[in-house]
């Protein structure tokens, strides 16, 4: 089966940088994604790595090392709006599946 | 415009009871999906459909039932609901691949 794992809280101030890990563990790996979830609202998708490295998008970056079976995902130049869960995500490995299996979250507060 | 929509967003029942919770996508979409997230905000997949056909059925009661009526939709019908049937349904949509997908606002279902 597949299992991830990321921590539960983060915070961080105004301005900083944050780091949010995620190991994984999964029977077959098709790529680790990450979504951000504000409190009452919907899942968004953030970013994905298929292949070993950083992918960046603005002030969000997502790292992966297949080897390792770990990926990250970096917030720079931290906004209040960034307070949020974020969710890393591989793909599930049903019989015919497309589906994701997500970790459980990480709550991240940024204080002024 | 909206790229998925669900309706309703609120749903307040008691147990016993049947209910509809009903999803649209727009974004042309081959895949859609139904997530359940609970109160610690774990997020599960339940159900997904490709071309109308089940793609994935996971461990859940047969309470809960996807109907497709076509490509844009996909309803999630709940039989004899229960206490622990509460939780935020979401619905969501992806086309080709399954890491980045397009989330609805939610239907928050509480069973009394």
């Known amino acids: 089966g597949q299992s991830l794992e990321q921590p539960s809280e983060v915070t961080a101030v105004e301005g900083a940088i944050v780091q949010i890990n995620c190991t994984y563990q999964?029977?077959?790996?098709?790529?680790l994604s990450w979504y951000q979830q504000h409190d009452g609202g919907a899942p968004t998708f953030l970013s994905y790595?298929?292949?070993?490295g950083l992918e960046e998008t603005g002030r969000f970056s997502s790292f992966l090392s297949r080897s390792d079976s770990y990926g990250y995902l970096l917030l720079q130049e931290l906004q209040m709006k960034d307070s949020a869960s974020y969710f890393c995500a591989v793909r599930d490995h049903g019989q015919a599946g497309t589906a994701l299996i997500f970790g459980k979250g990480t709550t991240l507060s940024v204080s002024s | 415009d909206t790229a998925v929509s669900q309706t309703p967003k609120y749903l307040v029942t008691q147990m016993g009871n049947d209910k509809s919770i009903k999803c649209e996508q727009n974004?042309?979409?081959?895949?859609m999906y139904w997530y359940k997230q609970d109160s610690k905000k774990f997020l599960k997949i339940m159900f997904s459909y490709n071309n109308k056909e089940l793609i994935i059925n996971e461990t859940v009661p047969n309470r809960f039932s996807p109907k497709s009526p076509d490509k844009a939709h996909l309803n999630l019908h709940i039989n004899s609901l229960e206490l622990g049937d509460s939780a935020v349904y979401f619905c969501?949509?992806?086309?080709?691949?399954?890491?980045?997908?397009?989330f609805g606002p939610g239907t928050r279902l509480t069973v009394t």
């Open positions: 999964t029977s077959g790996f098709y790529g």
């Open positions: 974004l042309g979409h081959d895949t």
């Open positions: 969501a949509s992806s086309q080709d691949t399954e890491y980045e997908q397009y």
């Open positions: 790595n298929g292949l070993d």
